[in-house]
């Protein structure tokens, strides 16, 4: 890994960034040092496309807070950079949500679209669990967040939806998430949340596997995987008691 300054003109921000094609950041806390002391923390880059360009893929608010500086009027402001070699993009983009999941707690929706493109990009669950210092458990439950619709995940960054019922939509087919929605978004309307929630999508019972007195192995009911309790639940109660 090679140290340079680069002049600002030379950088740009990365599409592998965690946070790229969002609105530029509040840069407020850390524009009084930057104007006096400048960028002392170097960002991390790789070569792109262009001749002695080089694009950002951690360090953003840094980058936005330099603008700020040359905007006032300095001149020649460069950045401290680490330069890494051209690899690829889910090194790069990994290596950008460590810097802001170190920085800042992020929601879990923005854990959930970066989880899920890493998990495009190659990356299995279990990689992303050490990588990130968590539990294989915990981040297949915020996988999870990608069986919702998106308007239930704005919903639920938004701190208009809590943690319960959206556990709970996790294990609701499509059908019943728009069913929900429609209920959630009618002003005259009750959507049921919590516990009432799981009792809704299951036909007003939620019987647990664990009280199976028969072997689930031979069940060939539908069976619905919580990954925020122990075991599961059958998605028919009406099948279960014939079973």
Known sequence: ?????????????????????????????????????????????????SPDHFEIMAGRRRYFAALAVEAEGQEGVTLPCAILADGDDADAFELSMIENCLRENPDEVTQWEGYTRLVKEGRKPDDIAQTFGLTDLTVKRILALGNLLPRIREAYRAEQIDVPTVRHLTLATKAQQKAWLALFEDVDGYAPRGNQLKAWLFGGASISTDVALFDLAGYSGQIVTDLFEDGGFFGDADAFWAA
């Open 1 to 49: 890994m090679n140290y340079e300054h680069i002049p600002l003109a030379r950088l740009s921000i990365s599409k592998t960034n965690m946070r790229y094609g969002k609105k530029a950041p509040d840069v407020s806390r850390i524009l009084p040092s930057v104007r006096k002391r400048g960028v002392i923390i170097p960002l991390i880059v790789r070569p792109n496309c």
